[in-house]
């Protein structure tokens, strides 16, 4: 496809729109930060005076919980429903457990309110890399749903920001002011979406192909009705999803299962939600002050100082791999940041290692650039690429529910990093390091056997890269094939057809 003019009016819409709807991510980012933020506030850990340690480790888990309701159902919603629907749902459950979390007076109240944010956010983060994957100019998918997950970190940074400036006040305010703070980013998604159109890919699946073509010529050709590069990006969506659509049951749970290509996007989609926190980030970013006390930085302004410089270090980072990945590809970044991992963590844990055994106070010190480097190289692709792959990978009628379970894989890993990280670091301390780095030994050999590249595709190209690319014999129906199978064959009776 053509390179885009700059200038043309429906693409600035159409970009501003998905800079709005990125904000989905930001949401998620402010809202898995909040509770660690509030912790610090006197007056936060006033209103939960009284619990139990469990019963607190439930309110701080309470976010997470919703998340993980929601992924599933949210899948649902987005196909059924509509990309922009699904999303404003999730958008507007966050501002109204925003405002009852401003005012709430019962601490179970807020538990509620936090749980429903958790369901909010599910919808959205399940549904708005859809759209901005599904509407974007191909020119400029890769490295939108680049940036989508490398967001994340500007929602963390403001909540830690946030709690800092509000920390000075000496009431209730001090921890609800955060809280009410948290629709900003749902305000500005609902604000992306008066901008943005319908996912022209669901318009297909929905019938409603005159608004599809309307959707691409408006957007992408800025309303040249002839435009050649619209007119074969109009056909090859609508006959790789017309076939998935003929194709009876092809949309259920159990499509991942009646074929090879499927089978391997499926493990792919529940090795993303491990890999994406259990490759050693989980311990640094939820357990940093623990780790810095274990190489001897014992002050907790100095360790403040270093978690504030590491959140600005990974969103540097994540937003120059989301850039990266469009010029040298997703393998290339998997590959090469998993080894760089390895290698960075692989450091760190020798010098923790020697520092805790001979207490050599400088190897403890230089724990903490290798820890820099770690996430750097865990931010060069991890990041961007979490949601951005698997976004791709997947057909149409299996995209909403593939995203759905490496989601939900990946809440799971979180929980148990949140719950158990912290008993097997405090019994094995440095020596925990090492279970980490034998997963990326693992991890690196997932990439290399099962993680394609996707450089330079379209959607429905790279979903036939899992499929046969060119069948041995045409069938004379489309039987027992998948959505790609049954393009390729359609495609080759037209070439056989034309040669006759």
């Given amino acids: 496809m053509k390179l885009p003019r700059v200038s043309d009016p429906g693409l600035w819409r159409l970009n501003i729109g998905i800079a709005l709807v990125l904000s989905a991510s930001a949401t998620a980012g402010y809202n898995a930060s909040q509770i660690n933020s509030l912790l610090v506030l006197p007056e936060f850990k006033l209103f939960l005076s009284g619990l139990s340690s469990s019963a607190e480790g439930i309110i701080i888990a309470s976010f997470s919980l919703g998340a993980f309701l929601a992924f599933i159902p949210a899948s649902y919603a987005a196909d059924i429903l509509g ?27 807020f538990f509620a309110a936090r749980v429903v944010t958790g ?13 901005i994957a599904e509407t974007a100019h191909p020119r400029h998918r890769r490295v939108l749903t680049g940036l989508y997950n490398s967001l994340w970190f500007c929602g963390s940074i403001s909540a830690a920001g946030l709690s800092l400036l509000t920390l000075p006040l000496a009431s209730s305010w001090s921890w609800r002011l955060p809280c009410l703070l948290q629709m900003l980013y749902p305000i500005s998604i609902l604000l992306g979406l008066l901008v943005m159109p319908e996912s022209p890919r669901w318009l297909v699946s929905r019938g409603r192909t005159g608004e599809a073509r309307s959707v691409l010529t408006r957007y992408h050709a800025d309303g040249n009705l002839n435009d050649p590069a619209v007119q074969e ?29 499927d089978a391997h996007r499926l493990l792919i989609c529940i090795l993303l939600g491990f890999m994406q926190e259990w490759t050693g980030n989980g311990v640094t970013s939820y357990y940093l002050p ?12 100095h360790q403040g100082i270093v978690n504030s410089c590491l959140q600005f270090w990974n969103l540097g980072f994540a937003v120059t791999g989301a850039k990266m990945s469009d010029r040298y590809g997703r393998r290339i970044l998997w590959l090469s940041a998993t080894t760089l991992m390895f290698i960075f963590l692989s450091a760190a844990t020798t010098m923790a290692g020697i520092f805790s055994e001979l207490d050599i106070y400088e190897t403890g010190i230089a724990v903490v650039p290798m820890l820099f480097l770690f996430c750097a190289a865990y931010d060069f692709a991890y990041m961007p690429l979490f949601i951005a792959y698997p976004a791709e990978i997947l057909p149409f009628q299996l995209r909403a529910k593939g995203l759905a379970i490496t989601l939900t894989t990946d809440s799971l890993a979180c929980f148990f990093n949140q719950y158990v990280n912290p008993v097997a670091f405090d019994a ?9 780095v034998a997963c990326l030994v693992f991890f690196l050999g997932v990439v290399y056997f099962l993680f394609p590249e996707t450089q330079g595709k379209s959607l429905e190209e790279v979903a036939r890269i899992f499929d046969r690319p060119e069948p041995k014999t ?27």
């Fill in 233 to 261: 990006e109009f056909e090859q969506i609508s006959s790789s999803i017309n076939v998935e659509t003929d194709l009876k049951g092809n949309s259920g749970w159990r499509t991942f299962l009646q074929s090879k290509g």
């Fill in 290 to 301: 623990p780790i810095l006390s274990s190489v001897g930085i014992h002050d907790s302004r």
């Fill in 119 to 131: 369901i909010g956010v599910g919808f959205s983060q399940t549904a708005a890399p859809l759209l």
């Fill in 474 to 500: 045409l069938p004379s129906s489309s039987e027992g094939l998948s959505p790609a199978e049954t393009v390729e064959c359609k495609e080759a009776r037209i070439t056989t057809n034309s040669a006759a």
């Fill in 83 to 109: 990309r922009k629907k699904s999303i404003t749902i999730g958008a507007g459950l966050v501002i109204v457990s925003a405002i009852v979390q401003a005012t709430v007076q019962q601490v179970w109240v």
């Fill in 428 to 436: 094995l301390q440095w020596r925990y390091f090492l279970v980490y």
